[in-house]
């Protein structure tokens, strides 16, 4: 384990372009240039209303603490949450140790899905024992600590589907999400099985158990390759038992070689200036899927414009517009993008002690609203009949109570903030 204290991460080139888009943006005021948008009740065109469906929290044991559960319940409310996503279920904090073979205790991981029950929320669980990290920037650790060696996988995953099975009733766990990832644990489930075979079994495993249950994976992370692209696809899209939920990672990051040669944690990252990578990236995965004929859903379930958890740049207004303008590019990529992520508490550290410290999360430690939190509110908003969407604002009304009520929402000059 290592942990360290850098001074909080600031990208200069970053700042220094936002502030000439600024002054763009206020010398185009002065001269009077104007982006107009007219739009008729009259063509309105139905579409698909947003849902903010995946919220992640992080590692299992960090929903045991009350400032977590108070911001997640806050959040699940506004945002209208259909799906907790939580992983490192199995992780050395939730105490699993039992006195013998096929034996463990799950008792503070009862405490963390009894809140999610309680709250009228359904579970996405990866099953995977994530290695416990965070980012000052995408060079930069703040803090580091490698994933405990690996358990009896089978026998674990047996013992806590039967468990949970018994404990919330098949009715209730056949609505959860168990995931399977592959890419951001550096340990695998078993050094005796590939990452194929392992998911073969623990597949067969989860369907025996709970027929009605869905299974996603694989957690694939996302370049501008292609190839490598198809060939994370194709390895568990078409290896016969296909996900009933195919699952990405998508960040504008670039790294050399395969994820197949080594973890992507020894990897070294490069950013992409792309300001559309999401839908990039998106569409590509959502068209192979289809060239194979894949019948089940596509979820975007991590997602991003930095790695960084100490720039500033997460807790600004930027963000927000960024947000707004990726969810509406690439909706149609995906059935569903996951909101990353809830907290600040999820990379609270002690090198920072600020209110705002450049996290990732929709709220800060403390609780305080962030653009890309009133992003996502916008969002849900929304209504289904859209009149126009442009580069720079969209426009649409939806029917309330059986009265005509229209709702004019726009988001002012995205573009500008993005070019």
């Known amino acids: 384990m290592k942990s360290k204290r850098p001074a909080e991460a600031t990208d200069e080139s970053t700042f220094l372009r936002v502030f000439q888009i600024l002054e763009q943006e206020q010398k185009e005021r002065q001269t009077g240039q104007l982006h107009q948008a007219v739009a008729s009740v009259g063509k309105a065109v139905s579409c698909k209303r947003w849902q903010n469906r995946i919220l992640n929290v992080g590692p299992a044991h960090l929903l045991q603490s009350a400032a977590v559960q108070k911001q997640v319940a806050f959040l699940a409310e506004r945002l209208e949450i259909e799906y907790v996503r939580l992983w490192s279920l199995f992780s050395p904090q939730m105490l699993l140790g039992g006195g013998g073979e096929k034996h463990f205790n799950f008792a503070f991981l009862d405490g963390v899905m009894d809140f999610c029950v309680d709250h009228r929320l359904k579970l996405h669980l990866d099953l995977a024992q994530r290695r416990d990290f965070s980012l000052a920037s995408e060079h930069s650790e703040i803090y580091s600590r490698a994933t405990p060696g690996e358990m009896e996988w089978l026998p674990l995953a047996e013992a806590f589907l039967q468990h949970i099975r018994l404990r919330y009733t098949e009715e209730m766990v056949s609505q959860w999400v168990f995931e399977l990832t592959f890419y951001l644990n550096d340990q695998p489930y078993s050094s005796q099985l ?195 969407q442009t580069e720079h604002c969209i426009i649409n009304y939806r029917l309330a109570q059986g009265k005509k009520k229209q709702y004019f929402q726009g988001f002012a000059e995205i573009s500008a903030l993005l070019k």
């Open 194 to 388: 590939s990452d194929l075979e392992v998911w073969r079994r623990s597949y067969t495993l989860i369907k025996s158990m709970l027929p009605r249950a869905r299974v996603a994976g694989p957690g694939l992370i996302c370049s501008s390759s292609k190839n490598e692209l198809r060939k994370g696809v194709l390895k568990y899209a078409a290896c016969g038992m296909p996900p009933d939920i195919f699952t990405t990672v998508n960040y504008p990051y670039d790294f050399e070689g395969t994820l197949e040669e080594e973890s992507i944690f020894q990897k070294r990252k490069q950013k992409v200036d792309d300001r559309d990578f999401l839908a990039e990236q998106a569409g590509f995965v959502r068209q192979t899927l289809e060239e194979l004929g894949f019948a089940g859903e596509y979820w975007v379930t991590d997602w991003g414009f930095s790695l960084a958890n100490r720039n500033y740049m997460q807790d600004s207004c930027f963000r927000g517009a960024s947000v707004l303008r990726h969810m509406l590019t690439a909706q149609g990529a995906a059935d569903a993008f996951g909101v990353f992520c809830a907290t600040d508490i999820l990379s609270a550290y002690g090198d920072a002690g600020s209110v705002l410290t450049g996290s990732a999360g929709l709220l800060s430690q403390g609780g305080v609203r962030k653009p890309v939190y009133y992003a996502y509110r916008f969002l849900r908003t929304l209504g289904r009949w859209q009149l126009c």
